[in-house]
């Protein structure tokens, strides 16, 4: 049974949109060398947001030349316990307007209130802190005695998580000692400009962290720029591998968070209700805009037909529609090139011969928007076992045994994420260990900690974000000196 929920929408009063914004170089906003500037939009309303500049070779020189002195002069000279103040200082403004953020993401994103205002918002702040109380105990990290920060790091972050992502690249550099240039994406560049406006509330050094809104034509720049020595990307294995190409041969540092294909694996022994959740979790959070998303269900044959019944059953009471309403569970799809992307992949699943299901639901005139969808009858062939769909689209495969469930989960050019859904213990640590992923979660999906290391093996990537492994991208250590 569904229930109808009145609206309860979030209040924008919180949130100030300037018409414009500049570059943030140096402590301060500038326009555009070029005067070149592009709009954001709100994938929900298709309303324009704001005009942002877009910077181009001339700014990067200037913010990597800014990000340089500000390393030379003041952040890299600056001990631990100092660095720290900073950080933790952003840590607790972020929490004091995380309200104000977690509107201007959903506003500018399409991603639900109620997952920006709890689940991407606390865990930002809590980036910040978990990363300035390394600051001063880097001795401590296992990385030698005394850990040198690289210099400077060029970050390009992706849309699905903007702030998020942030938080996972600058937190780290700055704790270490580096300074940042950052490339927001270019369809959600808002709540990177309102950290920079934080980090001036905070007083930080100008030039510590620089913020360069733009396309792949600026991120390319960016990444290219010969005073940099690190760069972290999180976004496309497509875009990934062009940046390896052309980082091979320089002595820059790299690390890359790419795509995935995760599988969710469900036992006969699971707690079947439980795991409806975790699946609905997996891969319906954020419509299904994670890399690290459930996105192929592996469902061991015997319950496959009950918990077929039961997800659509639950399917069925989300709601979608506008991101802000506090009721809502499914939001926007971010960009009308990306909701043509699922939509073409959706049509190649029914073109091979599997089963489409969509949840019911209305949707919205204006904006961009994807039903839940349930593919069924899919083989390992099918593009949409194979390829990552970046949207609120399930592909479920069926199992008979634990071997078979491992080889069709490592049967996949990615590595991110895995889910494993039992109530045996030995059972899960043995699938774990089988499991080609950098994070395998049990009985639960989607967990994130700033302690706990994330990245990817194969086409995911390499190098890890967060927790000690984290630190370690950041850092010269005695091995690499
Ligand atoms: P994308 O690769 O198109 O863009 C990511 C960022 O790179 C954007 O800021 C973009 O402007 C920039 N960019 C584009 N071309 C570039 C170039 N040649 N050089 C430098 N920068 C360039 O990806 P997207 O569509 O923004 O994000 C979706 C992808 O990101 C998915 O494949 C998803 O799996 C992946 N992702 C991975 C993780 C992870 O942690 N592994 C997290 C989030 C998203």
Redo the contacts with the bound molecule.
């Keep these: 049974m569904t229930f109808d929920y009145a609206p309860a929408p979030e209040s924008r009063a919180s949130v100030e949109i300037a018409s414009d914004y500049g570059l943030f170089i140096d402590g301060e906003f500038s326009p555009s060398a070029s005067g070149s500037s592009f709009v954001t939009v709100n994938p929900a309303t298709e309303e324009s947001l704001s005009s942002v500049a877009e910077a181009g070779s001339a700014d990067v020189d200037r913010a990597v030349a800014a990000a340089r002195r500000a390393y030379d002069a003041v952040w890299g000279p600056m001990p631990g316990r100092e660095r720290a103040k900073y950080l933790f200082r952003i840590a607790r403004i972020i929490q004091e307007r995380s309200r104000e953020l977690a509107v201007l993401e959903s506003l500018d994103n399409g991603k639900p209130i109620k997952e920006s205002r709890d689940v991407d918002l606390p865990l930002v702040a809590a980036h910040f802190f978990y990363h300035a109380g390394w600051a001063d105990k880097l001795e401590h990290a296992g990385y030698g005695p005394a850990p040198q920060p690289l210099g400077v790091a060029a970050q ?6 903007p702030l998020l ?1 942030l938080a ?1 690249k600058v937190a780290p550099a700055l704790a270490c000692g580096n300074t940042v240039v950052v ?5 959600t560049p808002l709540t990177a400009l309102a950290f920079a406006d934080i980090c001036r509330q905070a007083d930080l050094p100008p030039g510590v962290v620089n913020i360069l809104t ?11 720029h010969p005073d940099v020595n690190k760069v972290a ?8 591998r ?2 390896m190409r ?1 980082l091979a041969g320089t002595d820059k540092r790299l690390t ?5 294909k995760a599988a969710n694996i469900v036992f006969d022994d699971a707690p079947i209700d439980e795991a409806i959740e975790g699946i609905v979790n997996g891969i319906f959070f954020n419509q299904g ?5 459930g996105s192929r269900l592996l469902v061991q044959e015997s319950v496959a037909e009950d918990v077929l019944e039961r997800l659509k059953a639950r399917l069925s009471t989300l709601r979608l529609g506008d991101p802000l309403d506090k009721n809502t569970d499914i939001g926007a799809i ?1 960009s009308a ?2 909701l043509a992307r699922i939509d073409e992949l959706a049509k190649s699943g029914q073109g091979e011969g599997a089963e489409r299901w969509s949840a019911p639901c209305e949707i919205p005139e204006r904006g961009w928007w994807f039903p839940p969808t349930v593919f069924t009858g899919v083989t390992q062939a099918h593009r949409i076992a194979r390829e ?1 769909i ?1 949207g609120p689209v399930l592909s479920v495969l069926t199992f008979r045994t634990p071997d078979e469930a491992v080889q069709k989960a490592n049967n996949t050019p990615y590595g ?1 994420s895995a889910g494993i859904w039992t109530e045996k213990g030995s059972r899960i640590l043995w699938m774990a260990q089988q499991l080609r992923a950098g994070v395998v979660w049990a009985n639960t999906f989607n967990r994130f900690d700033p302690t706990s290391p ?3 093996y194969k086409e ?2 390499f190098g890890r ?1 967060g927790g000690l492994h984290g630190l370690g991208a950041y850092l010269k250590t005695e091995a690499a000196r």
């Design positions: 390009v972050i992706p849309w699905n998580f992502m996972w490339k927001p994406a270019e369809t733009g396309a792949g034509e600026t991120g390319r720049l960016l990444v290219e990307f999180t976004g496309s294995t497509e875009v990934g062009s940046i052309t890359l968070e790419l795509g995935g805009h994670v890399c690290c998303a971010n090139e990306q990552e970046f991110l994330f990245g990817g995911s990537g974000e």
